[in-house]
């Protein structure tokens, strides 16, 4: 099956810095867009972040915009999620998706397709 692969969560402290991967094994989104979601008691697929297949358009969700950067590396397949200044109302299972276009048509999961299987992050307090 087709999907993307995340890594790099973990167990942090508050405030701490944490950088996840979003890997493309097959390099089925090299011309589409990627997404960040994450799933918390709150949300099943809370959007946080998405970057068009070439870095020229970037969007974030309010509640981590000027803590969490995103960012593509081409040349080696993979998109990455800085979050700095961690807090507890972080935690959750982090999913990557692929856009079904070259730039993410907006938050909704219904715009996006080869979900990986999550990784956690957990933050305490």
């Known amino acids: 099956q087709v999907r993307l692969v995340e890594s790099g969560g973990g167990l942090v402290q508050a405030g701490d810095s944490l950088t996840l991967s979003c890997g493309d094994p097959?390099?089925?989104?090299?011309?589409?867009?990627v997404g960040w979601f994450r799933r918390t008691p709150s949300k099943e697929r809370e959007f946080i972040a998405a970057?068009?297949?070439?870095?020229?358009?970037?969007y974030y969700a309010d509640t981590v915009k000027g803590r969490f950067t995103i960012s593509r590396d081409r040349t080696k397949y993979t998109t990455y999620l800085r979050m700095t200044n961690l807090k507890p109302e972080d935690t959750g299972v982090y999913f990557c998706?692929?856009?079904?276009?070259?730039?993410?048509?907006?938050?909704?999961?219904?715009?996006?397709?080869?979900w990986g299987q999550g990784t956690q992050v957990t933050v305490s307090s």
């Open positions: 998706a692929q856009s079904r276009s070259a730039v993410p048509p907006g938050t909704s999961t219904e715009g996006y397709r080869n």
């Open positions: 097959r390099r089925t989104a090299s011309n589409n867009g």
């Open positions: 970057i068009s297949w070439n870095g020229g358009n970037i």
